[in-house]
């Protein structure tokens, strides 16, 4: 079988697998969400957090809980990291630097993950466990409350109440995050993923059967745990510092194509959940169909950009294989890399400053595109209902009427709520990226020079920004610059656009429906998919085009 027809068979398996969760999920999803019943254990947390979680919030009350929540974790994880010297199962290391204990908690608490320094030899046990692992869990949660809320929005009327934060959180940790989570990590430990709390252990460097004469240090972990929240939730962050490229956390080909299938299972099933809850399957099946477009697209490129390489050795490798996993080839190595870079996970098999130069390019405009194809767990969903927005607005304009979605005119508060939504992250990226090229001293962090070491620090900052959390690697991001001001994109690429998800649902929420007339623009239609896909791809290519021709662009079209 040729490398070619190998990808090719794992997408088609991939995507039957994805067919397979999208209803039962989907569906199961929605009744968590629209349930007035708690379960025992739910109860015992809302005493202890002294919460009521049947109070209604609008939805300056719900941006508060998600905030103060976030604040609370911000610190707690900072602080944890700055006194594991004098933790339990630190395993000798010391404590974390105070930029890069920001940098790391501002990373985890926004779903982002980015990790300027290798997991094995910075991390004991209990900053891992109940600290990062914690924060995998709840950060993935928060993103599903805030586009629950923003569905309610467009599934209630002439009231300004979304609902409940603190149900929403608690609820999306332990009706769906955590029992996924325990099957899936009962799944990579009977693959050969490790599960354990071993102390450091000192190898020898064998190859072929015969020793090398070197040794290595390995320390164990609860590294299967993490692994299954770290792609479920779409967070990223690896046990190592090889990430899901190395054998404790991806033992076989398979675990590969189902850490694949776990990043994406539940933002594609969200689409379902929207669809049931604002009453129409046929509008979660539209939102489906241009998130599934992009990403199919997206593989295809990156297939044949990987696999269609110029070069003898190339030619005889079966594709660029520089930088990528034997385990695993160029097929699968493309699947993972766009499915990372389109969801908001960030787990690498690869690394991506390896891929040709174009293929460095499409991971880095699956991220700044607002990775809504699917997107994160929650944050694919909302920014693609705001991007939904704005080519409703776009066709109003081209008819020359009052634009109209889900039974909800589109007046000029919410026009300007997701215009805000789509101009804060490409400001951020941009910006830092300048800031970054221009003055003297972020420079010496590159590897490369000339284009693709713009690449490096263009990639850093998109995937701070979004939320994405994969590194372009050859970036020598652990210095006070990158981890300040990565952490600041982080932190305000999260929240800022929350604000505005949130404030948007509660106006929607306000109105009173319109109802359906023969000039009213179908939106579960094939012709609203196609514009809404147009829409994404000519807002994103009109704002990133000269960053990306100064990078990926430059360096591909030179190679």
């Not at 599960?195 to 072929?208: A, K, L, P, R, T």
């Not at 967070?235 to 080909?253: K, L, M």
């Not at 696999?307 to 996993?325: D, R």
Request: aromatic content about 10%; hydrophobic content about 50%; glycine content about 12%.
């Amino acid at each position: 079988m040729g490398p070619v027809l190998a990808g090719v068979l794992q997408l088609l398996a991939l995507i039957a697998a994805l067919a397979l969760a999208y209803v039962p999920l989907g569906t199961y999803m929605a009744r968590v969400y629209s349930s007035d019943k708690h379960w025992r254990v739910e109860k015992w947390i809302y005493k202890g957090i002294g919460a009521d979680p049947n109070t209604e919030m609008r939805w300056p009350a719900y941006l508060r809980g998600v905030l103060a929540f976030s604040a609370v974790s911000v610190v707690f994880l900072y602080l944890l990291q700055r006194l594991q010297g004098h933790l339990p199962g630190s395993l000798g290391f010391k404590a974390i630097d105070p930029d890069q204990a920001f940098n790391t908690a501002a990373s985890f608490v926004t779903n982002t993950n980015w990790q300027s320094y290798y997991g094995e030899q910075a991390m004991g046990h209990v900053v891992q466990t109940a600290g990062l692992a914690v924060q995998n869990f709840v950060s993935a949660a928060v993103g599903i409350a805030v586009a629950v809320a923003l569905v309610r929005g467009f599934a209630r009327s002439r009231t300004g109440e979304l609902g409940n934060f603190w149900s929403d959180l608690v609820r999306g940790v332990t009706r769906i995050l955590l029992p996924l989570s325990v099957v899936a990590a009962i799944v990579l430990v009977a693959c050969g993923a490790i599960q354990n709390f071993s102390g450091i252990h000192e190898v020898g460097q064998f190859f072929s059967g015969h020793s090398m004469g070197g040794h290595q240090q390995w320390n164990g972990g609860a590294v299967a745990s993490q692994e299954a929240i770290k792609e479920i939730g779409t967070n990223g962050g690896g046990y190592f510092n090889a990430n899901s490229a190395h054998p404790f956390e991806n033992p076989t080909p398979f675990t590969n194509l189902f850490e694949i299938f776990l990043l994406l299972v539940i933002p594609f099933a969200l689409t379902r959940t929207f669809g049931i809850m604002v009453g129409s399957l046929r509008q979660g099946y539209a939102i489906l169909a241009t998130m599934a477009t992009i990403w199919v697209g997206f593989i295809a490129l990156m297939m044949w950009t990987e696999f269609a390489h110029h070069g003898p050795a190339l030619q005889i490798a079966g594709g660029a294989m520089e930088g990528k996993e034997t385990r695993f080839g160029v097929g699968a190595s493309s699947i993972f890399a766009v499915s990372t870079t389109l969801t908001s996970t960030g787990a690498v098999d690869s690394f991506h400053s390896s891929f040709t130069g174009l293929g460095g390019g499409i991971t880095m405009l699956g991220m700044q595109l607002g990775e809504i194809a699917p997107g994160g767990t929650g944050s694919g969903l909302y920014g693609m209902l705001v991007m939904a927005i704005i080519a409703v607005f776009i066709a109003g304009l081209m008819v020359g009427r009052t634009p109209e979605y889900l039974g909800k005119k589109i007046g000029t508060r919410e026009i300007k709520f997701a215009a805000c939504y789509i101009l804060i992250t490409p400001a951020l990226v941009l910006i830092l990226t300048a800031a970054a090229m221009a003055l003297p001293t972020p420079g010496h962090s590159m590897t490369n020079s000339g284009a693709h070491g713009f690449s490096e620090i263009l990639y850093a900052y998109s995937s701070a920004a979004n939320n994405n959390g994969s590194a372009f690697a050859g970036l020598n991001a652990d210095t006070q610059w990158f981890n300040s001001t990565l952490g600041l994109a982080m932190v305000l690429g999260r929240f800022l656009p929350m604000v505005f998800v949130l404030a948007l649902a509660g106006s929607l929420a306000e109105q009173k429906p319109v109802p359906a007339t023969a000039g009213t623009l179908r939106t579960e239609k094939p012709l609203f998919t196609g514009l809404l896909v147009g829409a994404i791809l000519i807002i994103t290519g009109l704002t990133y085009f000269p960053a990306l021709a100064l990078g990926p662009l430059a360096e591909g079209l030179a190679s």
